[in-house]
């Protein structure tokens, strides 16, 4: 069991950035390909990116590439998401997830562990 703790939402202004943190209760971390996922209200959780276990791949979507960078810190068990150039349509609860083996996936149901999620708003 690995327990998640998202951390670094909040209002902020168009054009402003913000970088989201999670903190992994365990080791392991370090062994599971990691990805960050968002919520807007009404509608579906979407993929926004996604780093290997030792951060030598990442993938984005494409509505936030060129945007934000997935990072982690396997020493610190923590896996982070800088996001600049927000724009309004980058407001959603932000949930950070463990896919529970090295190797990343776009794919929400590929992922086993998740935290309780941060909001991150973004006014026009």
């Known amino acids: 069991q690995v327990q998640l703790v998202e951390s670094g939402g909040r209002l902020v202004q168009a054009g402003g950035s913000l970088r989201l943190s999670c903190a992994a209760s365990r080791p392991t971390f370090s062994t599971y390909a990691m990805g960050w996922f968002r919520q807007a209200p009404g509608k579906e959780r979407e993929f926004v990116a996604a780093?290997?276990?030792?951060?030598?791949?990442?993938y984005y979507a494409d509505a936030v590439k060129g945007r934000f960078t997935i990072s982690r810190d396997n020493a610190k068990n923590t896996l982070y998401l800088q996001m600049n150039i927000l724009k309004p349509e980058d407001t959603a609860v932000y949930y950070c997830?463990?896919?529970?083996?090295?190797?990343?996936?776009?794919?929400?149901?590929?992922?086993?562990?998740w935290g309780q999620g941060t909001q991150v708003t973004v006014s026009s």
């Open positions: 780093v290997n276990w030792f951060g030598g791949s990442a």
């Open positions: 997830a463990a896919r529970g083996a090295p190797g990343t996936s776009t794919n929400l149901v590929d992922y086993r562990y």
